[in-house]
Protein backbone atom coordinates (compact mmCIF):
# COMPACT_ATOMS: atom_id res chain seq x y z
CA UNK A 1 0.00 0.00 0.00
CA UNK A 2 1.20 3.40 -1.10
CA UNK A 3 0.87 6.79 1.20
CA UNK A 4 -1.13 9.16 -0.71
CA UNK A 5 -1.31 13.10 -1.34
CA UNK A 6 -4.09 15.10 -0.51
CA UNK A 7 -4.57 18.69 -1.17
CA UNK A 8 -5.89 21.02 1.56
CA UNK A 9 -6.96 24.62 1.03
CA UNK A 10 -7.56 26.72 4.01
CA UNK A 11 -9.84 29.24 2.26
CA UNK A 12 -9.46 33.29 2.68
CA UNK A 13 -12.38 32.94 5.21
CA UNK A 14 -10.76 30.59 7.62
CA UNK A 15 -7.06 32.45 7.08
CA UNK A 16 -9.43 35.99 7.96
CA UNK A 17 -10.64 34.33 11.25
CA UNK A 18 -7.50 32.60 12.13
CA UNK A 19 -8.47 29.66 12.58
CA UNK A 20 -5.18 28.14 10.65
CA UNK A 21 -3.83 26.75 13.45
CA UNK A 22 -6.20 25.13 14.67
CA UNK A 23 -7.17 23.72 11.44
CA UNK A 24 -3.50 22.42 10.75
CA UNK A 25 -2.87 21.16 14.20
CA UNK A 26 -6.45 19.01 13.92
CA UNK A 27 -5.24 17.04 10.69
CA UNK A 28 -1.39 17.10 12.33
CA UNK A 29 -2.84 15.10 14.81
CA UNK A 30 -4.02 12.23 12.58
CA UNK A 31 -0.33 11.44 12.17
CA UNK A 32 -0.66 12.80 8.18
CA UNK A 33 2.77 15.40 7.36
CA UNK A 34 2.57 18.38 5.71
CA UNK A 35 4.95 17.40 2.71
CA UNK A 36 3.97 21.16 0.65
CA UNK A 37 2.66 24.15 1.86
CA UNK A 38 2.28 28.25 1.17
CA UNK A 39 0.27 31.39 1.36
CA UNK A 40 -1.42 32.13 -2.27
CA UNK A 41 -3.55 34.83 -3.47
CA UNK A 42 -5.07 32.74 -6.22
CA UNK A 43 -5.88 34.29 -9.66
CA UNK A 44 -8.32 33.28 -12.73
CA UNK A 45 -5.56 30.51 -13.98
CA UNK A 46 -5.34 28.44 -11.31
CA UNK A 47 -9.27 29.03 -10.46
CA UNK A 48 -10.09 28.31 -13.77
CA UNK A 49 -8.32 24.89 -13.53
CA UNK A 50 -9.37 24.15 -10.01
CA UNK A 51 -13.37 24.74 -10.55
CA UNK A 52 -13.43 23.83 -14.35
CA UNK A 53 -16.91 23.95 -15.35
CA UNK A 54 -16.98 20.59 -17.20
CA UNK A 55 -20.31 18.70 -18.30
CA UNK A 56 -19.87 16.01 -15.44
CA UNK A 57 -18.80 18.73 -12.54
CA UNK A 58 -22.59 20.45 -13.57
CA UNK A 59 -24.05 17.59 -13.85
CA UNK A 60 -23.15 16.37 -10.27
CA UNK A 61 -23.48 20.02 -8.99
CA UNK A 62 -27.17 19.79 -10.23
CA UNK A 63 -28.09 16.46 -8.86
CA UNK A 64 -26.91 17.28 -5.46
CA UNK A 65 -28.25 21.19 -5.25
CA UNK A 66 -31.68 20.00 -6.64
CA UNK A 67 -31.41 17.31 -4.18
CA UNK A 68 -31.08 19.30 -1.33
CA UNK A 69 -33.85 21.71 -2.12
CA UNK A 70 -36.26 18.92 -2.24
CA UNK A 71 -35.53 17.55 0.74
CA UNK A 72 -35.78 21.16 2.31
CA UNK A 73 -39.05 21.97 0.81
CA UNK A 74 -37.44 24.54 -1.26
CA UNK A 75 -37.69 25.38 -5.33
CA UNK A 76 -35.25 24.25 -7.46
CA UNK A 77 -35.15 27.05 -10.20
CA UNK A 78 -32.41 25.91 -12.57
CA UNK A 79 -33.20 23.40 -15.85
CA UNK A 80 -30.23 23.65 -17.37
CA UNK A 81 -27.00 22.00 -15.39
CA UNK A 82 -24.36 24.14 -17.16
CA UNK A 83 -26.28 27.78 -15.69
CA UNK A 84 -26.17 26.43 -12.66
CA UNK A 85 -22.35 25.12 -12.69
CA UNK A 86 -21.58 28.59 -14.36
CA UNK A 87 -22.87 30.10 -11.25
CA UNK A 88 -21.23 28.44 -8.36
CA UNK A 89 -17.98 28.34 -10.47
CA UNK A 90 -18.68 32.36 -10.45
CA UNK A 91 -19.44 32.25 -6.59
CA UNK A 92 -16.25 29.30 -5.85
CA UNK A 93 -14.05 31.50 -7.47
CA UNK A 94 -14.70 34.66 -6.25
CA UNK A 95 -14.60 33.27 -3.03
CA UNK A 96 -11.64 31.65 -3.11
CA UNK A 97 -9.46 35.12 -4.48
CA UNK A 98 -11.36 37.18 -1.69
CA UNK A 99 -7.91 36.74 0.32
CA UNK A 100 -4.93 34.74 0.37
CA UNK A 101 -5.19 30.76 1.25
CA UNK A 102 -2.73 28.64 2.88
CA UNK A 103 -2.25 25.20 0.56
CA UNK A 104 -1.10 22.22 1.61
CA UNK A 105 -0.11 18.74 0.97
CA UNK A 106 -1.09 16.15 3.14
CA UNK A 107 0.72 12.76 2.94
CA UNK A 108 -0.05 9.30 4.73
CA UNK A 109 -1.94 6.16 4.15
CA UNK A 110 -5.83 6.77 3.42
CA UNK A 111 -5.17 10.69 3.41
CA UNK A 112 -7.67 11.63 1.42
CA UNK A 113 -10.31 9.95 3.47
CA UNK A 114 -9.03 11.07 6.73
CA UNK A 115 -9.03 14.14 5.78
CA UNK A 116 -12.10 14.23 3.98
CA UNK A 117 -13.83 12.87 7.51
CA UNK A 118 -12.24 15.72 9.65
CA UNK A 119 -13.10 18.44 7.59
CA UNK A 120 -16.66 17.26 7.31
CA UNK A 121 -19.48 17.81 4.89
CA UNK A 122 -19.60 20.42 2.10
CA UNK A 123 -22.64 22.12 3.70
CA UNK A 124 -21.60 23.60 7.51
CA UNK A 125 -24.98 22.88 8.53
CA UNK A 126 -25.21 19.36 7.80
CA UNK A 127 -21.26 18.60 9.06
CA UNK A 128 -21.25 16.83 12.45
CA UNK A 129 -20.13 18.37 15.93
CA UNK A 130 -16.11 17.13 15.90
CA UNK A 131 -15.38 18.38 12.14
CA UNK A 132 -13.72 21.69 11.47
CA UNK A 133 -17.15 22.62 9.74
CA UNK A 134 -18.99 21.33 12.46
CA UNK A 135 -17.17 23.08 15.28
CA UNK A 136 -16.53 26.49 13.50
CA UNK A 137 -19.58 27.19 11.13
CA UNK A 138 -23.07 28.30 11.14
CA UNK A 139 -23.54 28.64 7.02
CA UNK A 140 -25.74 27.01 4.48
CA UNK A 141 -26.77 26.48 0.81
CA UNK A 142 -29.86 28.16 1.48
CA UNK A 143 -28.52 31.09 3.32
CA UNK A 144 -25.57 31.40 0.39
CA UNK A 145 -28.04 31.21 -2.02
CA UNK A 146 -30.03 34.15 -0.41
CA UNK A 147 -27.18 36.27 -0.32
CA UNK A 148 -26.01 35.17 -3.90
CA UNK A 149 -22.66 33.48 -2.96
CA UNK A 150 -20.49 30.29 -2.55
CA UNK A 151 -21.07 28.84 0.74
CA UNK A 152 -18.20 29.92 3.42
CA UNK A 153 -17.05 26.41 4.61
CA UNK A 154 -13.04 27.97 6.04
CA UNK A 155 -11.71 24.41 4.11
CA UNK A 156 -10.91 22.46 0.91
CA UNK A 157 -9.98 19.01 0.76
CA UNK A 158 -9.62 16.89 -2.20
CA UNK A 159 -12.72 14.56 -2.56
CA UNK A 160 -11.29 11.55 -3.71
CA UNK A 161 -7.67 9.88 -5.17
CA UNK A 162 -7.96 11.21 -8.80
CA UNK A 163 -9.02 15.00 -7.95
CA UNK A 164 -6.03 14.88 -5.00
CA UNK A 165 -3.41 14.20 -7.91
CA UNK A 166 -4.64 16.72 -10.15
CA UNK A 167 -4.75 19.53 -7.62
CA UNK A 168 -1.84 18.72 -6.19
CA UNK A 169 -0.35 19.24 -9.74
CA UNK A 170 -2.45 22.09 -9.88
CA UNK A 171 -0.76 24.13 -6.87
CA UNK A 172 2.53 23.05 -6.75
CA UNK A 173 5.12 22.00 -8.46
CA UNK A 174 7.72 18.82 -7.69
CA UNK A 175 10.61 20.96 -6.03
CA UNK A 176 8.34 22.78 -3.34
CA UNK A 177 7.51 19.36 -2.30
CA UNK A 178 9.67 18.17 0.93
Known amino acids: MEKERTLVL ?19 RTGLKIV ?3 MVLAGDEILDKHYAL ?14 TAEKEGRDFPFENHMELGGMIQSRLKKSLSEGPAIAMIWEGFHAVQIVRKIVGHTEP ?9 GDFLLDSYELADKEERAVKNLIHASSDL ?6 VGLWFVEEEFF
Open 162 to 167: NEAKRE
Open 125 to 133: KQSVPGTIR
Open 54 to 67: TDEWARELTEKSKS
Open 10 to 28: IKPDGVQRGLMGEIISRIE
Open 36 to 38: GMK
